[in-house]
């Protein structure tokens, strides 16, 4: 059986720096904000590129978080609205919601499955404040034009780069690009940790300095409250593990574009859409997603020829029951999407072997059969 991401494998690759970070947060007698949050948050930084980082408990908490800072901070207000790209994991929705704000879904570009500038352009009010882009599947979501209509109309530029680590933009990493971004550590994203995991990255002290106290009850000092805040934080245990793998993403993502390029070149099948290239650098195949029409289909043949995929997503936000006031909106590339997108496995542990067996069962494969 090929697995579509095989966590065992992966994190088998770097057991004795793992086992070293655990045995030295357990001596330390530190398990909550200490040296190891300190030094990752230096460590993710530098890789991104911002001034700073504020680690936090998960990537939905990340993204609500920079949201709430800037309700703090004055620049956002409950009832104000936020762009965000409708075929998103469901995490983006709720922390717009669950900040008071909210979303405003726009359609992505079916060839590159990214949200469309145009779209975005299309969609401004008077009370659009923010834009939250999401760099989905691994690929770059940011370009000059979403940079020059944030800009004109005077909005922030959010990124959600839970799929993205690593990822880049010319000589910058995503997580620099905008205002502030939010980054998910969950086990099976590019940097992954051993149980959930977030973090913020910005280049603004202020808002920084909101989020770490939002993050730690409100809290600027020991017993001091400034805002009714969340316990959000990362373990030691998982700051100390994430410093160690943060080392061996470059090089875990070159494998997942070696993996892709073997896909792009092989696939030949007409009945399967592979989503146009991105740029040079601009991808780092979180996922790697092909589009049919016979999605169920192709799925249960792989599976019974060995090999697992997974659908990301089976129902977009707009559809699901816990967003009743988005039901009534019509979104057809985003539904098209969500009605034909598979992901074949493109984990940085699969052999060349495994990936050109996928591909030829890919080209065997007729959809009428
Ligand atoms: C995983 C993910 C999140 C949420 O991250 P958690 O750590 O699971 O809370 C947010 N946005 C996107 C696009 C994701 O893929």
């Not at 992901?343 to 007729?366: C, H």
Request: aromatic content about 8%; charged content about 20%; some cysteine.
């Amino acid at each position: 059986m090929i697995k579509f991401l095989d966590l065992k494998k992966i994190n088998q690759l770097h057991s004795l720096e793992i086992d070293e970070a655990v045995r030295r947060v357990v001596k330390s007698g530190q398990y909550i904000l200490g040296e190891e949050n300190h030094n990752f948050e230096k460590l993710y930084a530098n890789f991104i590129g911002t001034g700073h980082t504020v680690s936090c408990g998960n990537g939905l908490d990340a993204i609500y978080l920079i949201l709430r800072a800037y309700i703090e901070l004055g620049k956002l207000a409950p009832g104000d609205e936020v762009i965000v790209p409708a075929n998103t994991y469901i995490a983006t929705v709720n922390a717009v919601i669950q900040a008071g704000l909210i979303p405003v879904l726009v359609e992505p570009d079916a060839l590159t499955l990214q949200v469309s500038s145009e779209e975005i352009r299309k969609s401004i009010t008077e009370k659009t404040i923010a834009v939250l882009i999401v760099h989905l599947y691994g690929r770059c979501a940011f370009s000059q034009e979403i940079a020059d209509i944030c800009a004109l109309n005077n909005l922030l530029l959010i990124e959600d780069n839970a799929q993205a680590h690593g990822c880049k933009f010319g000589a910058a990493r995503t997580g620099s690009l905008g205002n502030a971004a939010a980054h998910s550590f969950y086990p099976g994203k590019n940097l992954g940790a051993l149980g959930d995991g977030g973090a913020i990255t910005t280049n603004d002290s202020e808002l920084a300095r909101t989020i770490r106290a939002l993050a730690n009850y409100g809290s600027s000092k020991k017993y001091i409250f400034d805002y009714i805040g969340r316990n959000s934080r990362l373990d030691e245990m998982q700051a100390a593990i994430l410093s160690a793998k943060l080392k061996h993403l470059d090089a875990e993502n070159s494998r997942r574009v070696e993996i892709a390029n073997i896909y792009y070149r092989g696939i030949t099948n007409p009945a399967v859409t592979l989503p146009t290239r991105a740029p040079e650098g601009q991808n780092v195949y979180h996922l790697f997603p092909v589009l049919t029409t016979e999605r169920d289909k192709l799925q249960k043949y792989l599976e019974k020829n060995g090999v697992q995929t997974l659908i990301h997503y089976p129902v977009p936000p707009h559809k699901q029951k816990a967003m009743p006031q988005c039901q009534s909106l019509s979104l057809p590339v985003t539904e098209y999407i969500h009605n034909s997108e598979l992901s074949l496995p493109v984990s940085p542990v699969l052999t060349n072997e495994e990936v050109e067996y996928v591909v030829t069962l890919i080209n065997n494969w007729r959809p009428e059969y």
